[in-house]
T-cell receptor, first 115, second 114 residues
Framework: NAGVTQTPKFQVLKTGQSMTLQCAQDMNHNSMYWYRQDPGMGLRLIYYSASEGTTDKGEVPNGYNVSRLNKREFSLRLESAAPSQTSVYFC??????????????FGPGTRLLVL | AQSVTQPDIHITVSEGASLELRCNYS??????LFWYVQSPGQGLQLLLKYFSGDTLVQGIKGFEAEFKRSQSSFNLRKPSVHWSDAAEYFCAVGAFSGNTPLVFGKGTRLSVIA
């Protein structure tokens, strides 16, 4: 099992450009999450999807959109990138059922630089 | 709503010394509690978790954590630190009701000196 995979690993954008970050999991998990990590801020939740076909806003959703394409894939889109979106983005997934379904498994991250 | 506080932003310990990283949570019911570790340039790896039962939980890499309900704490410990333990450590709390994302603390960076 690859677990949670993210592409690309690194990306440089100019202000105003758009891009989509891809995330896939092969653990048959129901829930998937997008976080951003900035120095001194810890992990902040952008959006999550509790199940296929549903998405919900997290703490910092502005400037982002998400698509839960199917059970495996959850993409994050920046429509018009801004320098404030320079960050490391992590995707995570978790299964169903309590309590073990609460455990989140993380991808390796995407480093995004917006100039 | 849940919240997590990791009071120490950065800790430095000598190799071979003991380690305790603090985590305090706020949640009105029984929480699920987690510790994750992040090595430089890597994603987060689960160290250990507490759901119920024995309040002292063992994790990978020789780490353990103790849940103390009266103190709303879930501190991470290791009796003898190795240089490879240098990393960032995150405490997280989940809601017993489920279907709610974890809430993470801001992390504690651990440096290990010879």
């Amino acid at each position: 099992n690859a677990g949670v995979t993210q592409t690309p690993k690194f990306q440089v954008l100019k202000t105003g450009q758009s891009m989509t970050l891809q995330c896939a999991q092969d653990m048959n998990h129901n829930s998937m999450y997008w976080y951003r990590q900035d120095p001194g801020m810890g992990l902040r939740l952008i959006y999550y999807s509790a199940s296929e076909g549903t998405t919900d806003k997290g703490e910092v959703p502005n400037g982002y959109n998400v698509s839960r394409l199917n059970k495996r894939e959850f993409s994050l889109r920046l429509e018009s990138a801004a320098p404030s979106q320079t960050s490391v983005y992590f995707c995570a997934s978790s299964g169903s059922g309590r309590p073990d379904g609460e455990t989140q498994y993380f991808g390796p991250g995407t480093r995004l630089l917006v100039l | 709503a849940q919240s997590v506080t990791q009071p120490d932003i950065h800790i430095t310990v000598s190799e071979g010394a003991s380690l305790e990283l603090r985590c305090n949570y706020s949640y009105g019911a029984t929480p699920y509690l987690f510790w994750y570790v992040q090595s430089p340039g890597q994603g987060l790896q689960l160290l250990l978790k507490y759901f119920s039962g024995d309040t002292l939980v063992q994790g990978i890499k020789g780490f353990e954590a103790e849940f103390k309900r009266s103190q709303s704490s879930f501190n991470l410990r290791k009796p003898s630190v190795h240089w490879s333990d240098a990393a960032e450590y995150f405490c997280a709390v989940g809601a017993f009701s489920g279907n709610t994302p974890l809430v993470f603390g801001k992390g504690t960076r651990l440096s290990v000196i010879a």
